[in-house]
């Protein structure tokens, strides 16, 4: 169950201001404490100021994790801002930051300039965090709408052009579906969370999703909005409007949510339990300790469309201070104590057969 009053409290934080904390030099995995009330990392604290950018959907993830840090680490500062992932894998691979968060793996274009940046080693993809993509929406009097991926593929391609549709009628056979024209909204900025949805469109609907994927919105028409709380706001704001945005500023909106057909042709809700069953299935494709995952979004269990937020960091190649501070942090942020405190954020901690991979892949940092 997603604790929504905390949500409410973090709601759609973009990190842009230095948040207190402070980054402890070990090799140690985080795993002394996790659980137990003990320390999230130990060794010589680095005082030194830290910037990272990018996801918006981790936000509210690194917001938490900050939080516990700071706890047991005091004297350094990590400037966050979550400018979208695209902005953030951008800033990385000029040098302007330590760290990048984004919701999706470096793309084959992008790996080369952000190896480029790791003077002596190569980028690695981290993931960190399993997010539901919710789609929202806002029709007076229809609650617990269901839409199969076709339909929803439809919709988002511009083909179902209002809410009484055949097709939105046969997902919802009960539903008192009103004539209003549907009014889709995307993200203007290059997002991570546009790459797995149309992911997810192309992988499902093939007949019907023909544009190109990536972190840009290519499909025609729609209204576009910058990241994800200005998406929701506009959908909150437009009588018809569907989008799709992660979980938790669906939560903090207030918004409706979808439920989505997976493939075994159930509706899913999407919640934090539902995104980690349907997590279960992604392949590593990444090699050595890249960890790149491939999303199984024909899933048969739980909710199909999810994320996986990456954390792109150098295997080697920052400066000393830097390096010292993103290893400790990411060995925290790995942990089973960095890890419990996801699912009361609306996200789903890493499986083990993956967080184990995690935990090997920052201890080699250097």
């Known amino acids: ?62 917001s938490e994790w900050t939080k516990g840090y700071q706890q047991n680490c005091a004297g350094a500062n990590l400037n966050y801002n979550g400018n979208g992932s695209g902005a ?15 919701d999706s793996a470096l793309r084959p274009e992008e790996h ?31 609650d617990g709408l269901q839409l199969s991926p076709t339909t929803l593929a439809s919709i988002f391609a511009g083909k179902t052009k209002t809410w009484d549709d055949a097709a939105i009628k046969k997902d919802n056979p009960q539903a008192k579906l009103p004539s209003t024209p549907i009014k889709t909204v995307h993200r203007a900025d290059d997002s991570g969370t546009t790459d797995n949805f149309t992911k997810f469109l192309a992988d499902t609907a093939p007949d019907i999703w023909k544009f190109e994927g990536g972190k840009k919105w290519t499909a025609p028409g729609g209204q576009g909005a910058t990241k994800s709380d200005g998406v929701s706001t506009v959908v909150k704001q437009t009588d018809g409007a ?90 925290y942020t790995s942990s089973q104590q960095g890890q419990s405190v996801l699912s009361g954020l609306g996200y789903a901690p890493l499986p083990d057969s993956i967080l184990t991979k995690v935990q090997a892949a920052v201890k080699g940092l250097s």
């Open 1 to 62: 169950m997603i604790n929504s009053t905390r949500l409410a409290a973090l709601g759609g934080v973009a990190l842009a201001g230095a948040l207190a904390l402070t980054a402890c030099g070990t090799d140690d995995n985080g795993s002394k404490g996790a659980g137990s009330g003990g320390t999230a990392a130990s060794g010589d604290c680095v005082k030194t100021a830290v910037n990272a950018a990018g996801s918006t959907a981790q936000a509210n993830a690194i």
């Open 88 to 102: 953030g894998i951008q800033a990385f691979t000029q040098g302007q930051v330590a760290f990048a968060g984004s």
């Open 112 to 142: 080369g300039p952000a190896d480029q940046r790791c003077k002596d080693g190569k980028a690695l993809d981290l993931p960190m965090v399993i997010g539901p993509i919710a789609v929202v929406y806002n029709l007076k009097g229809v």
């Open 242 to 331: 569907i989008a799709y945005a992660e979980l938790s500023y669906a939560t903090n909106g207030k918004l409706q949510t979808a439920k989505i057909g997976n493939g075994a042709n159930q509706f899913v809700e999407p919640s934090a339990e539902t995104a980690s069953q349907g997590a279960a299935g992604a392949q590593i494709t990444g090699t050595g300790n890249d960890l790149a995952l491939k999303v199984d979004y024909k899933t048969k269990q739980g909710y199909p469309i999810i994320l996986f937020t990456y954390e792109i960091v150098c295997e080697k190649g920052l400066p000393d201070q830097q390096a010292k501070f993103v290893k400790s942090y990411l060995t």
